[in-house]
């Protein structure tokens, strides 16, 4: 990776990359069953059916709570 010294010290000299996250679940056998065939069947692998799920819900969730919630 290309570095930039500055001073006594180096830093890189390429821009900073998006950290990435990563969040474990564990899910029982009949549940995971159960998400696959929904991700499926609107095209989507588990993990993406899994991120859009959450995504939707912390959406939902934040408009809820900004407007006063239900």
């Known amino acids: 990776m290309a570095t930039k ?7 890189q000299a ?4 998006e950290v ?6 564990e899910l029982p056998g ?3 069953t ?4 929904v991700a499926r069947s609107n095209g989507l692998g588990v993990a993406a059916y899994i991120r859009t799920a959450i995504l939707q819900g912390v959406r939902r969730d934040r408009a809820e709570s900004e ?3 239900k």
């Open 5 to 11: 010294k500055t001073g006594a010290r180096k830093v």
């Open 20 to 25: 990435i996250r990563h969040a474990r679940i």
């Open 34 to 37: 159960a998400v696959k065939e």
């Open 30 to 32: 009949d549940v995971y």
């Open 67 to 69: 407007g006063g919630g």
């Open 14 to 17: 390429t821009a900073k990359k």
